[in-house]
């Protein structure tokens, strides 16, 4: 809440005391939460300033921008989806099918894909497997040189079958 001033106060809630006892990168992740939403607080109020000041000429041009800046978001939203789960399966080496996902569950509140949830999704897939090799079966198919047989010749297969012994 702004003061008489203007001025929002910082937050009553120390980031840095809640998650003492967790891991640096955790720590590092709070604050940087933190300082998200205080940035985001600030730029609504600058905003909301920038708004009591305008004419009333100004505030029809700002909002047929943002109309128009929405619009286009819309149309949009679910390739920037689809490109962003994409993108994030490729890195996590996973194959995900998009064909019949609902993209609008993957969109925050600014109509923009939120990476939290697409990251969420993607984690919950597992990599695709390697096929596993299967062993070469002499017989099934054409294989050169391990079989050490170079013709058809009936004595150098009894010679490869017996082990060059004699029955």
């Known amino acids: 809440m702004p003061t008489a ?15 003492e006892s967790g891991s640096e990168l955790e720590k590092w992740r709070a604050l940087s939460r ?8 600030a730029s ?7 708004q009591e000041q305008m004419t ?3 505030k029809a041009v700002a ?12 149309e949009l939203a ?15 080496g996973v194959t995900v099918k998009t064909e ?11 109509g923009r894909p939120d990476t939290e949830l697409v990251a969420q999704f ?7 497997s390697v096929q596993p090799e299967f062993p070469r079966l002499m017989g099934a198919g054409y294989h050169r040189g391990n079989g050490g047989t170079t013709s058809m010749d009936p004595d150098e297969l009894v010679n490869l079958i017996t082990g060059g012994k004699i029955i």
Request: aromatic share 4%; proline share 6%.
């Open 56 to 58: 009333d000429q100004e």
């Open 34 to 41: 933190e300082n998200e939403k205080r940035w985001k607080t």
């Open 63 to 74: 909002q047929a921008r943002a109309d128009a800046r929405q619009e286009a978001l819309a």
């Open 122 to 128: 993607v984690a919950g897939h597992t990599p695709a």
């Open 78 to 92: 679910t390739s920037l989806t689809e490109a962003e789960i994409r993108a994030q399966a490729a890195s996590a």
């Open 100 to 110: 019949y996902l609902d993209l609008g569950r993957f969109l925050g509140e600014d």
């Open 44 to 50: 609504r109020e600058l905003e909301e300033l920038r």
């Open 5 to 19: 001033d203007g001025v929002t106060p910082p937050p009553s809630s120390d980031p840095v005391s809640a998650v």
